[in-house]
Antibody, heavy 125, light 107 residues
Framework: QLQLQESGPGLGKPSETLSLTCTVSGGSISSSTYYWVWIRQPPGKGREWIGS???????YYNPSLRSRVTISVDTSKNQFSLKLSSVTAADTAMYYC?????????????????WGQGTMVTVSS | DIQMTQSPSSLSASVGDRVTITCRAS??????LGWYQQKPGKAPKRLIYAASSLQSGVPSRFSGSGSGTEFTLTISSLQPEDFATYFCLQHHSYPLTFGGGTKVEIK
């Protein structure tokens, strides 16, 4: 059974780059049946999909963040990472990683099945 | 972008009540929708995928229905452990988007 765990600094300064890592256990990040996803939720606000990556490196990003986001995968460490540049207080949020699976029955790609616990990131000077 | 409008944003209910939560998509998303439960400090838990498929291990009092633009999560008989926040996710097209969430509280 997949488990995901986010890690990274909980505090960052405005204009810096936020870097988070998601470690996948219980399965291989090189599986062809998953995309790997970052989501965030600012305090008191709704959830926002940040982007997704396939083990091959194929990525999709939210247009609202595309200019500042890079998601990468490290198959040797079974991890994927998020970098968000030029952060401001508006980037203060709980950040989650999740798995986006493909089912080989007729379902195809289905809703995210496993989420990490989340990590709170605060941007403040 | 596909907007997911979830209602109500909160509700108060008693143990044993039937609870219905709705997500409406701003355009058709076939059945590319999931429902989640989240408790404070915990990871979201998937309840339903493909709009109506029950996640393995989830009690049968949870059910999902709908296709196209209107979707419903129903809890047939609310249990004490069901007090939580529920939200939907559409994965029909990028950018993937979420409903605003429904907080289910004890009456």
């Amino acid at each position: 059974q997949l488990q995901l765990q986010e890690s990274g600094p909980g505090l960052g300064k405005p204009s810096e780059t936020l870097s988070l890592t998601c470690t996948v256990s219980g399965g291989s990040i090189s599986s062809s049946t998953y995309y790997w996803v970052w989501i965030r939720q600012p305090p008191g606000k709704g959830r926002e999909w940040i982007g997704s990556i396939y083990y091959s490196g194929n990525t999709y990003y939210n247009p609202s963040l595309r200019s500042r986001v890079t998601i990468s995968v490290d198959t040797s460490k079974n991890q994927f990472s998020l970098k968000l540049s030029s952060v401001t207080a508006a980037d203060t949020a709980m950040y989650y990683c999740a798995s986006y699976p493909y089912y080989s029955d007729n379902s195809g790609w289905v809703a995210f099945d496993t989420w990490g616990q989340g990590t709170m990131v605060t941007v403040s000077s | 972008d596909i907007q997911m409008t979830q209602s109500p944003s909160s509700l108060s209910a008693s143990v044993g009540d039937r609870v219905t939560i709705t997500c409406r998509a701003s355009q058709g998303i076939r059945n590319d929708l999931g429902w989640y439960q989240q408790k404070p400090g915990k990871a979201p838990k998937r309840l339903i995928y493909a709009a109506s498929s029950l996640q393995s291990g989830v009690p049968s009092r949870f059910s999902g229905s709908g296709s196209g633009t209107e979707f419903t999560l129903t809890i047939s008989s609310l249990q004490p452990e069901d007090f939580a926040t529920y939200f939907c996710l559409q994965h029909h097209s990028y950018p993937l988007t979420f409903g605003g969430g429904t907080k289910v509280e004890i009456k």
